[in-house]
């Protein structure tokens, strides 16, 4: 059983920085990408950043030079560095895993339970 636990939202004010991590816990050996989703009230899920095993990363045009994914992958942990908040950055923030190899093959996707993240103006 995999599950995830993210942690490190809360209230901060506009232009103010928060760190997001979610660890991976169970019977894991390897996860090949993790990433970072977010859904603000009355609005889809959307994509935040994307981090694959070696290091690779993708993110969200509206967050590209703002936030910094990272990971370590001895400790199945991302992390999200967020800087320069703005309110339009408010939402629940979900972490997931894909490629994720346990002893019976590879799975995923496996989604967190979402930390909220409220940034005010």
């Known amino acids: 059983q995999v599950r995830l636990v993210e942690s490190g939202g809360g209230l901060m004010q506009a232009g103010g920085s928060l760190r997001l991590s979610c660890a991976a816990s169970g019977l894991i050996f390897s996860i090949s990408d993790m990433g970072w989703y977010r859904q603000a009230p009355g609005k889809q899920r959307e994509l935040v950043a994307t981090?694959?095993?070696?290091?690779?990363?993708n993110y969200a045009d509206s967050v590209k030079g703002r936030f910094t994914i990272s990971r370590d992958n001895a400790k199945n942990t991302v992390f999200l560095q967020m800087n320069s908040l703005k309110p339009e950055d408010t939402g629940v923030y979900y972490c997931?895993?894909?490629?994720?190899?346990?002893?019976?093959?590879?799975?995923?996707?496996?989604w967190g339970e979402g930390t909220q993240v409220t940034v005010s103006s």
């Open positions: 981090i694959t095993s070696g290091g690779s990363t």
């Open positions: 997931d895993a894909e490629g994720v190899l346990l002893r019976c093959g590879k799975f995923g996707p496996y």
